[in-house]
């Protein structure tokens, strides 16, 4: 047997290249999965620009100097085990590299999931250490698994965004400023904090977004980068930040003279990630980083890991009727096969092009028929 991975240059990430590698036996206690499906959103492209110091490169390392494999969320099948515990054909969700398969230590396994405890991952977030058992999984349904790859990871983010932004009093702020609002991660934000009584929530996007922003519903207003001006300067404010733009940075901080906080989530604008003065000589507070796994921690030592779960499977619940509503669906699946064109589907993510109400679905093995 033979695993096929797409590879990214780590100091060039518009240059890839497909490896192929004969798979090494399973050790004792070790698991095979073919992966079938995952998702490529703007997400993974932040996982790829943050890889050394996230240490999103750490989990599935290639062995191969400069080169890694940006994780992703996805779907997969048990194919050959040597753990007790699980069974051939089990179906499994959880954080894959963009290969056709992967080996898992599958170890603290109860009826709803396992931990991969590889040594290598030992002192990565537990949160991206989980496999959800998708017999017993509470989030799981056969017929939305491509939904669930592209939005389950993205919405947990997002619903802890608001949570944060809750459990701070918001700052001192009624307004949110939330970037790069076509993005997916963002507009489950502004979901979770357009339910929120007497809070404001504008979207900042492109021209080209502005419809579709528009069209969500979940947007007091939303304005384009070029029209920050048409926001009151004294608004007391909060950024959350989706884009990653240094000069977009730059200019909220210099405009907004009550920015009561500024969060920094991701990078959709991978280009302007290093631009210059990003986060330097920065008017008004510090930009700070979000990192979920913070605050999954802080709530589950306070609610308990029970009430977390129902908390978290109500939410996901709500926000998957609006979004896959049948008559105004945000979202639409697009499925690739094959090596090229998961190549294909990744340079245009990476380049931030394309519909935002379409969803990367990829697979590293072709269709039958395929050529």
Known sequence: MSTTSLLIRKDQLASTRLHTATDAPLADGQVRVRIDSFALTSNNITYAAFGDAMSYWQFYPTGEEGWGSIPVWGFASVVQSLHPGVAVGERLYGYWPMATGAVLSPGRLSPERFTDTAAHRAELPAVYNQYFRCARDPLY?????????????????????????????????????????????????????HRREGIEVIGLTSPANVAFCESLGCYDRVVTYEALDTIAADTPCVYIDFAGNGALRNAIHG??????????????????????????????????????????????????????????????????????????PWLRAERHHGGEAVQAAYAQVLAGRGDPRAGHVLSLYKQPGDA
């Open 255 to 328: 405009r907004f003279t009550q920015l009561k906080y500024s969060s920094s989530i991701g990078g959709t604008h991978v280009e302007q990630l290093a631009a210059k003065g990003a986060g330097k000589d920065l008017a008004g507070p510090r930009a700070t980083l979000f990192f979920a796994p913070a605050q999954i921690k802080k709530r589950t030592a306070e609610w308990g890991a029970e009430e977390f779960g129902r908390r978290m499977v109500a939410a996901w619940r709500d926000f998957i009727t609006t979004a896959t509503d049948a008559n105004k």
């Open 141 to 193: 349904t056969a017929d939305s698994e491509d939904t669930q790859s592209l939005l389950r990871p993205l919405f947990i983010t997002s619903w802890l965004i608001d949570d944060f932004m809750g459990d701070n009093d918001f700052f001192g702020a009624r307004t949110m400023l939330l970037s790069s609002a076509s993005s997916k991660t963002a507009y489950g934000t502004a979901f979770q904090l």
